[in-house]
Structures are given as structure tokens and as C-alpha cells.
């Protein structure tokens, strides 16, 4: 099993910088895909960003984002710049491996106009 903590939201104004960790624990394996989700209510999640272990990126909006993992501390990174209102909204991590996919708790992030 693993396990996966979020950290690094809050709220901030529009225009500001937030940064988000994620790391994980437990029985990770090495060819894992990781990256970032955010959801509002009332709406599907929607795909951030996300990383393999060898470091492919793909991106929803690559703009202000900046996504990244040191696989020696099994942590996962989001930085968010040049923040919205609309960028508001319960972001996750997640990690993918042969076994399935495993979701953090979230961590809030809300931008004010």
C-alpha cells in the first residue's frame, strides 16, 4: 500500500505563488506515474499535471505550472504561479503503479480577486 500527504495550499491572492508537496509512503515501486488533480464542487476532477518516474511530463495548462518529483524522497511537487480565482479548488495528488492508483486527501487552495 501507499500512502500519499498533501501540503502547501492555502489561500492567496490573485497573481500570487503557491507551492504544493506530496509525499508518499509505504511500498512504492519504481515505474510509477504521479501528478496532480483539482476538483470544484459541483464538477468532475480535472487533470493537472502529471510525471513519470523517468520524468515525462504532460500537462493540462504548462503556462504557470510547474511540476516536478525527487524519487529519492518520493515527494511530488506543483508549482503555481500567476494564480486565478479560478484556479480555486481542492487539489490532489495521486500515484499510479501496476497495482492501481492511490489518492491523497487533498489540500485546499483558494485565490481571492
Known amino acids: 500500500q501507499v500512502q500519499l500527504v498533501e501540503s502547501g495550499g492555502g489561500l492567496v491572492q490573485a497573481g500570487g505563488s503557491l507551492r504544493l508537496s506530496c509525499a508518499a509512503s509505504?511500498?512504492?515501486?519504481?515505474?510509477?506515474?504521479m501528478g496532480w488533480y483539482r476538483q470544484t464542487p459541483g464538477k468532475q476532477r480535472e487533470l493537472v499535471a502529471t510525471?513519470?518516474?523517468?520524468?515525462t511530463i504532460n500537462y493540462a495548462d504548462s503556462s504557470r505550472l510547474t511540476i516536478s518529483r525527487d524519487n529519492a524522497k518520493s515527494t511530488l511537487y506543483l508549482q503555481m504561479n500567476a494564480l486565478k480565482p479560478e484556479d480555486t479548488a481542492v487539489y490532489y495528488c495521486?500515484?499510479?503503479?501496476?497495482?492501481?492508483?492511490?489518492w491523497g486527501q487533498g489540500t485546499q487552495v483558494t485565490v481571492s480577486s
Open positions: 495521486f500515484l499510479q503503479d501496476r497495482r492501481g492508483t492511490y
Open positions: 510525471i513519470t518516474n523517468g520524468g
Open positions: 509505504g511500498d512504492i515501486f519504481s515505474n510509477t506515474v
